[in-house]
């Protein structure tokens, strides 16, 4: 029986969701974007050419596929836009046919950029700074949480668009005297919306309807996020998180479906761990073994370009996401990365106090004091990369995989052995689970 399928990343984000997504993609009928901006980046690399997204769900570059942006998604009309011309130049065709944007998505305007690097640098001078990519993503879910955003639909209504840029000035402005900066005019703003309508009003619909619509048809939905469990707003190791709700609850809140059209809940997962910016991360590596993971896994930002920190995978950490997000089955990336070690760590729990504990706790302070709880494994020297069945990987790689699926409490469904999208050991195909 076909299923809908959603991807969330199970780790810190940067799993390797862009490769598995393209690789699904095929198989779908429709992308759903259900959250984040465009701080996320997928890399999809088809027939040799790389394209890079942010904002445009993947399915986009596939002719057929209908790519949508969910009511979750925070829109930064000028990002967008640049990415639709890039793609364009590089020959993919982007049209209201084929992209459809929710109408009542909030907007990212300046301000919410300006006022992103303003207080990350202010808390650089203090030592407490979150490690945001300064896109105005955390300002843009405030105003949309505090009901003085402007979303998409008010593009198309230029009469009602001033009270609305007022009411979101009068916060704005008080909060930037506060920060000893000079006001916003309200003109400004409603220059920078009249500027953008024209582009972005063909894309607009009514979200939820349409894909209602095309799911009593029987249409196949893959609902992609960004980021991972672990920097979700509720879930993640707050304060060092992201703005939103990157769980896979919230690709039913995000796009106007409900839960139970959600179906396969397919969770990325790295072979090793790494995260980018501030904040815990227990099995990290500050060693050779670390820089090694680091440059055989190209481990640099799709947006930021950013260095990744890298460490041993936590097993622990990916059953708490198992859990949160009720995954199903998981794709395990970038296997070939271990290739040559001598030895692999896995975590499969803590120590906090000098007693052992099987999952992170909520509490900023004890999760900067926990120490992992590690079991050795054997390495491989044999190559992993490019491998297409479970008889091209050493005996080593296999028991590997098999301890992984046994800590984490998921099994492995798909299993990526390189950046090529066709090298992937296929267990079982998410769209007919």
Same mark, same amino acid.
């Given at each position: 029986m076909m299923?809908?399928?959603?991807?969330?990343?199970?780790?810190?984000?940067?799993?390797?969701?862009?490769?598995?997504?393209?690789?699904?993609?095929?198989?779908?009928?429709?992308?759903?974007?259900?959250?984040?901006?465009?701080?996320?980046?997928?890399?999809?690399?088809?027939?040799?050419?790389?394209?890079?997204?942010?904002?445009?769900?993947?399915?986009?570059?596939?002719?057929?596929?209908?790519?949508?942006?969910?009511?979750?998604?925070?829109?930064?009309?000028?990002?967008?836009?640049?990415?639709?011309?890039?793609?364009?130049?590089?020959?993919?065709?982007?049209?209201?046919?084929?992209?459809?944007?929710?109408?009542?998505?909030?907007?990212?305007?300046?301000?919410?950029?300006?006022?992103?690097?303003?207080?990350?640098?202010?808390?650089?001078?203090?030592?407490?700074?979150?490690?945001?990519?300064?896109?105005?993503?955390?300002?843009?879910?405030?105003?949309?949480? $505090?009901?003085?955003?402007?979303?998409?639909?008010?593009? %198309?209504? #230029? &009469?009602? @668009?001033? +009270?609305?840029?007022? /009411?979101? *000035?009068?916060?704005?402005?008080?909060?930037?005297? $506060?920060?000893?900066?000079?006001?916003?005019?309200?003109? %400004?703003? #409603? &220059?920078? @919306?009249? +500027?953008?309508?024209? /582009?972005? *009003?063909?894309?607009?619909d009514t979200v939820w309807l349409l894909l209602d619509r095309q799911r009593r048809k029987g249409a196949r939905i893959l609902f992609e996020g960004a980021q991972g469990t672990l920097l979700d707003i509720d879930h993640g190791t707050y304060p060092f998180v992201t703005s939103s709700n990157t769980v896979a609850g919230q690709a039913a809140a995000g796009s106007g479906m409900g839960p139970g059209a959600l179906g396969y809940i397919l969770g990325i997962t790295k072979a090793y761990t790494t995260r980018v910016g501030e904040g815990p991360f227990p099995t990290e590596l500050e060693d050779e073994v670390g820089q090694f993971l680091g440059e055989r896994g190209h481990e640099f930002g799709t947006v930021t370009g950013r260095k990744r920190r890298c460490g041993w995978f936590d097993a622990a950490l990916v059953r708490q996401s198992v859990a949160a997000n009720g995954i199903t089955g998981i794709a395990l990336t970038k296997l070939d990365v271990l290739d040559g070690l001598d030895e692999l760590k896995i975590c499969v729990g803590y120590t906090l106090d000098g007693q052992e504990i099987e999952h992170l706790p909520a509490s900023q302070a004890q999760q900067a004091s926990v120490k992992p709880v590690y079991i050795t494994l054997e390495g491989w020297k044999e190559s992993t990369v490019g491998a297409r069945k479970w008889a091209d990987l050493p005996a080593q790689a296999i028991k590997y995989v098999r301890q992984v699926e046994e800590l984490i409490g998921a099994p492995v469904a798909l299993l990526s052995t390189s950046p090529e999208r066709d090298d992937t050991i296929l267990v079982t195909d998410p769209f007919e689970d």
């Open positions: 299923t809908n399928v959603v991807v969330v990343g199970s780790q810190w984000g940067d799993e390797g969701k862009g490769k598995i997504v393209d690789w699904l993609s095929e198989r779908a009928d429709i992308v759903v974007r259900f959250q984040g901006g465009h701080n996320a980046g997928h890399t999809l690399v088809i027939d040799g050419v790389s394209y890079k997204l942010s904002l445009l769900p993947s399915g986009v570059v596939r002719p057929g596929k209908l790519a949508v942006i969910g009511n979750g998604v925070v829109i930064d009309p000028h990002a967008l836009i640049a990415e639709i011309d890039k793609l364009s130049a590089q020959g993919v065709k982007i049209t209201p046919e084929n992209l459809r944007i929710a109408d009542n998505a909030t907007l990212i305007l300046s301000l919410h950029r300006e006022l992103d690097g303003i207080r990350e640098d202010a808390a650089s001078n203090s030592g407490t700074k979150i490690g945001t990519t300064r896109r105005g993503i955390g300002p843009a879910y405030e105003d949309k949480v $505090g009901r003085r955003a402007i979303r998409v639909m008010d593009l %198309a209504d #230029l &009469d009602t @668009l001033p +009270a609305k840029v007022d /009411r979101l *000035l009068t916060h704005h402005n008080a909060l930037r005297r $506060g920060l000893g900066e000079a006001e916003i005019s309200h003109q %400004a703003i #409603l &220059d920078e @919306l009249s +500027a953008v309508a024209a /582009r972005i *009003l063909p894309y607009m």
